[in-house]
């Protein structure tokens, strides 16, 4: 522990620095001081201590009564109270009470243990500064005579006058300080001395109070104790109330149920009396009901007797019967006669009833017939009102057509009087720069007659090339002949004659050179028109070369297959084990030249040499020529590039959802594997899903831009393609971009495939 001092107001005072000890327990620093007390303060603090040590007994000293009178004063209560369920409920809030200020006087009893080992702690602390101080002490009176020693040696080495008296002041100065440095020191060791003794007084306090204390605690202990005797009484006491209370409510449970069910058999036995009362009303409904019967069929059988007695006479009337017969036997006798022997004078009205049964019925089809008419006539009633509407919908519609061909019939004429006024306008435009141009023309000829008459030497040739004439190409030759000197008439017609000469010749090449600027559009809209043409059979061409490719290619991936296991197969047979056919790596980039040649001749950049040749054949000027060809190169070029990029983004999104839809089908099969169920279905998909990408994988090897165009440089045989060794030629093809990394992602699934089919097969 080190140890620094400071000097205050009223003397040195010492300032602690933290030692390892005093880090290590942080936790305890909070119940000490934060600062020293000096000596003056214990008495303070000692009568602060016994001012508060009695409100702490008093707090720790429950305000209850003792344990000796508690019994004896709370059991004749306590009995009295158990009749009463309020009296429960008030002695568990007592007993909580109870048992919270023992938490809390424990709680406090911890705080005043802490407090007390606090100050043992700063106890042990101040003997530990005493002890360093004193150490420190020692140490500097042994400095001290050290540097006394030195001195003497010192003085006994040095004779000289000078340096002794130097040394002599130095070693003085550091003496004086070292003397006052020992006299602070013992003025902090007494401070300290003090302090510890402070200190040690505390700690006898700390020490009585905590003795105190114990007994206190002992005293609560013990009364504590006592309450717990009690509230084990009381919860017994509560105990047996609650089972008597469950008892009482068990029993008036049990008679309840006895109660209801004793009410439950009473309005059975109610039912079952309505019951019996309905049926006995019934069966008296239902005698009286066969008694009323009864009667009629006695009645009904005295009359039946009646008749057959009665025709038995008749019968007996006209042929002999015998008299002594039972009456079973008279009505068989009467049953057995046929119909014949039986004839009332009522027979001739069966016809009329027929008659009439059968007009009846004839009146029923006809009002069937007549309801199926009416029927019809609803129905076309009904269509007839559809038609109706349908007609006056098609009127409308006619009336919007109508008005829409007006319209379009009166915006038509407004765009040709705009068309015509449009016309007339240029034509007037073109026609005042003709006059223009005519009278610039004229005004150099008369600048031209004037300049040869201003002349006096005869001039061999004069010759007019103005920037106004090179437009129009106009040259005129004037020789002294045309132009003399003399102002005779025949001279003035002959210049007038020139004049208008030159201006014919003028109009004539103006003229020209209109025609030449209608050939020119003609020639620019025809050339439009065949690019368009043209456009249109690439296109054509174009498709057609895509549903080409796809054909080639899928035979291709055939063929390759074909060629792969009958390569896998020869193999075997030569006894050198290979493998899956499926591991054998298809050949390099060098091996489409076939396909190449194939495709040579739908080869977009023939087509542009075709039609490149057919326009160029078609025109007439070298010039024309050059410039056409030029223009189609740039349109097949970008048609083309147009081509490339749609056919780029096609092979994406085809590439992407092959790669997809295989990349959940090995997924599948991962998690079939995981769980071990359906074992042969996910070895045939593991199959098929490697054929296929193998098919991909091979799609792909033979894929080309539409762009690209079969070079005989990039021809390779068949003995090549069928080598699968590393050609030169294929070091020196560009790979495609998309075809490189579509086989990148199929050669992973592969991959994947290959090591799930072994995992699977490890597994089973």
């Known amino acids: 522990m080190g140890q620094e001092f400071t000097r205050g107001p009223s003397g040195p005072s010492p300032i602690s620095v933290p030692s390892r000890h005093e880090r290590g327990h942080a936790a305890e620093a909070a119940l000490r001081p934060q600062r020293r007390r000096p000596a003056g303060q214990s008495q303070a603090r000692r009568r602060r201590q016994q001012l508060l040590l009695p409100p ?427 132009c003399p000197k003399s102002d005779s008439p025949a001279d003035l017609n002959s210049v007038s004659f020139d004049e208008s000469k030159a201006l014919a010749q003028a109009l004539q090449e103006k003229m020209e050179a209109l025609m030449l600027f209608s050939q020119e559009q003609e020639r620019y809209l025809l050339e439009k028109q065949r690019d368009l043409i043209v456009i249109e059979e690439l296109q054509k061409n174009l498709s057609q070369v895509k549903d080409e490719k796809v054909k080639i290619l899928m035979e291709l991936a055939k063929l390759k297959e074909q060629y792969l296991l009958l390569q896998g197969s020869s193999a075997v047979k030569e006894g050198h084990d290979t493998g899956d056919s499926s591991k054998v790596i298809p050949g390099q980039h060098d091996q489409q030249g076939m396909l190449k040649t194939m495709l040579k001749r739908t080869s977009l950049r023939h087509w542009m040499r075709k039609e490149s040749s057919t326009i160029g054949h078609g025109s007439s000027d070298g010039n024309d020529h050059t410039v056409c060809k030029e223009h189609s190169v740039d349109v097949a070029r970008l048609r083309v590039e147009n081509a490339m990029l749609l056919e780029g983004v096609g092979t994406v999104e085809r590439l992407t959802s092959s790669v997809r839809r295989l990349h959940i089908v090995l997924l599948k099969a991962y998690d079939d594997i995981k769980s071990a169920d359906s074992l042969e279905s996910t070895f045939e998909a593991l199959n098929s899903l490697i054929t296929e990408a193998n098919l991909m994988k091979t799609a792909l090897n033979v894929v080309l831009p539409v762009s690209w165009s079969g070079d005989s440089s990039d021809a390779i045989t068949y003995e090549a393609l069928c080598d699968p060794s590393d050609s030169p030629k294929s070091k020196s093809w560009k790979v495609d971009p998309l075809s490189s990394a579509g086989m990148e992602m199929v050669e992973l699934l592969i991959l994947a495939a290959e090591i799930l089919k072994e995992s699977f097969l490890v597994k089973k």
């Open 56 to 482: 702490l007994a008093s707090r720790l000293a429950p305000s209850l009564p003792s344990s000796a009178h508690r019994p004896a004063t709370l059991l004749p209560r306590v009995g009295s109270e158990m009749d009463e369920a309020a009296d429960s409920s008030e002695l568990l809030r007592r007993v909580e009470e109870l048992q919270r200020e023992k938490d809390e006087k424990q709680n406090s009893l911890e705080v005043l243990l802490r407090r007390v080992e606090g100050l043992q702690y700063e106890m042990d602390e101040k003997v530990d500064l005493v002890e360093v101080l004193t150490r420190r002490v020692e140490d500097l009176q042994r400095e001290r005579d050290a540097l006394r020693k030195d001195i003497e040696q010192l003085c006994m080495q040095q004779a000289g006058p000078g340096y002794v008296s130097v040394a002599t002041r130095m070693l003085t100065q550091r003496t004086a300080a070292l003397e006052q440095d020992i006299e602070n020191l013992q003025k902090k060791l007494g401070g300290c001395l003090r302090e510890n003794q402070n200190l040690q007084e505390e700690l006898a306090e700390a020490y009585r109070i905590k003795s105190q204390l114990a007994e206190l605690h002992g005293a609560a202990l013990s009364k504590n104790k006592d309450l717990e005797k009690q509230v084990r009484f009381f919860q017994s006491s509560v105990a047996q109330a609650f089972a008597e209370r469950d008892s009482s409510l068990m029993e008036c449970e049990k008679a309840k149920e006895r109660e209801e069910a004793v009410s439950r058999k009473f309005a059975d036995f109610e039912e079952r009396m309505r019951e019996y009362q309905l049926a006995i009303d019934e069966q008296k409904h239902l005698n009286d009901d066969l008694q009323r019967e009864l009667t009629e069929l006695k009645a009904h059988t005295e009359l039946s007797l009646k008749v057959i007695l009665k025709f038995y006479d008749l019968r007996c009337r006209d042929s002999e019967c015998s008299s002594s017969v039972t009456f079973e036997e008279k009505c068989s006798i009467l049953l057995d006669d046929c119909a014949d022997n039986w004839s009332f004078c009522s027979d001739g009205g069966t016809s009329t009833l027929k008659y009439i049964a059968s007009l009846e019925a004839e009146k029923e089809s006809l009002k069937a017939k007549i309801s199926k008419l009416q029927s019809n006539l609803r129905m076309g009633l009904e269509i007839e009102q559809h038609l109706q509407r349908n007609a006056r919908i098609l009127e409308k519609r006619q009336a919007l057509y109508d008005g829409f061909l007006r319209n379009g019939l009166s915006e038509l004429q407004k765009f040709y009087t705009y068309q015509k006024a449009e016309i007339m306008k240029i034509l007037e435009e073109e026609s005042s720069q003709l006059i223009k141009v005519v009278a610039g023309i004229q005004d150099k000829l008369t600048e031209i007659c004037i300049n040869t008459e201003v002349n006096e030497h005869p001039a061999n040739e004069i010759q007019c090339c103005d920037s106004s004439c090179k437009d129009v190409h106009v040259t005129t030759d004037i020789s002294p002949s045309t």
